[in-house]
């Protein structure tokens, strides 16, 4: 079975600063992988994905997200957080079919 | 933009109700889902659909029942609801053309009293 692992419940970062939120899978084969934010009261928004070819993917916002497949990782980073990005963050992966398993989160805090 | 429209975002309902929540999304998507939200699990899958009046159980699927009767709209029904079914509750929808690419509602936060 499919699993995510965020290991970060909360992070708190200064703005300006740059950002790296952990997320670690496990699939048997190939996976593919999803972060979305969910800005408060919101529903989810999705913010990058990786189905396959270059590891480094680009998403909305600023974000860019590197798949390691060595260490199962699909980490999501930011060069400059801006008070905005303060958000909850999933990560979730997708082993085939239409299901997706979601990790439990990562509280973002924006410092000013 | 997809739009997937949750109908409450605010319910309050007494022990032992029956609870609909209702789900529209107007992008002809094929399938459908539900799933509930609780702080420090995630969201967890309690049902999904992958075409009208079909149904498959997600990883929670015990107490809840749904209803797909046309292709846009998708319901959550709890029988009669229990203070343990307090939460937020999402929808989603996908296409089968890029099937694993989620849209989602505003969510509905339900409180069981």
């Known amino acids: 079975a499919q699993s995510v692992t965020q290991p970060d419940i909360h992070i708190t970062v200064s703005e300006g600063a740059s950002l790296e939120l952990r997320c670690n899978y496990s699939?048997?084969?190939?996976?593919?992988l999803f972060w979305y934010v969910q800005s408060p009261g919101q529903g989810l928004q999705l913010l990058l994905k990786y189905f396959s070819g270059d590891t480094l993917v680009q998403g909305i916002k600023g974000f860019e997200a590197e798949f390691k497949r060595s260490q199962s990782s699909f980490n999501l980073r930011k060069p400059s957080v801006h008070w905005s990005d303060a958000a909850e963050y999933f990560c979730?992966?997708?082993?085939?079919?239409?299901?997706?398993?979601f990790g439990t989160g990562t509280q973002l805090k924006v410092e000013l | 933009d997809v739009k997937v429209t949750q109908s409450s975002r605010y319910l309050v309902k007494r022990t032992g109700e029956k609870v609909f929540l209702e789900c529209v999304q107007d992008?002809?998507?094929?399938?459908m889902f539900w799933y509930r939200q609780d702080p420090g699990l995630g969201l967890r899958l309690i049902y999904f659909s992958y075409d009208v009046k079909m149904k498959e159980k997600g990883d929670i699927p015990e107490g809840y029942s749904v209803s797909r009767e046309k292709k846009e709209r998708f319901s959550l029904i709890l029988e009669s609801a229990s203070t343990n079914q307090t939460s937020m509750y999402l929808c989603?929808?996908?296409?089968?053309?890029?099937?694993?690419?989620?849209?989602f509602g505003a969510g509905t936060r339900l409180s069981v009293l």
């Open positions: 979730a992966v997708a082993g085939g079919g239409n299901k997706l398993t």
């Open positions: 992008m002809d998507h094929e399938n």
């Open positions: 699939y048997g084969a190939t996976p593919y």
């Open positions: 989603a929808s996908s296409s089968q053309l890029a099937k694993n690419i989620q849209y």
